[in-house]
């Protein structure tokens, strides 16, 4: 097996995993017309992940990333203003 390298920046730092998460709230609303205080319990259903991507926590650079077979991430490009910088669709990870 390969030894695993940690995805880097152009800068050098380390890549740490970036997601960001779409939620759902639910209220019930009472008999005056006037939802809840209290939020509905959530279910999986109510959140899920919006994006995935690599981030340089230092200079915020982002990167495409993948899984090889061993279920690691790896390095695909950089996005630049939401796209890879070879045109594709950021958001497309494909191989
Ligand atoms: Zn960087």
Known sequence: MAVYEKPACHCGS???????FFYREQRRI?????????????????KYSLTQCLRCPICTH?????????????????????RLN??????????
């Open 30 to 46: 009472g008999h005056d017309g006037v939802p809840a205080q209290r939020r509905m319990k959530q279910t999986d259903d109510d």
């Open 62 to 82: 982002h990167f495409a990333f993948d899984y090889d077979e061993q279920g690691r991430i790896v390095l695909i490009g950089d996005i630049v203003g939401g």
């Open 86 to 95: 070879n045109g594709q669709n950021g958001s497309v990870v494909s191989k």
């Open 14 to 20: 380390e890549l740490v995993l970036s997601e960001e």
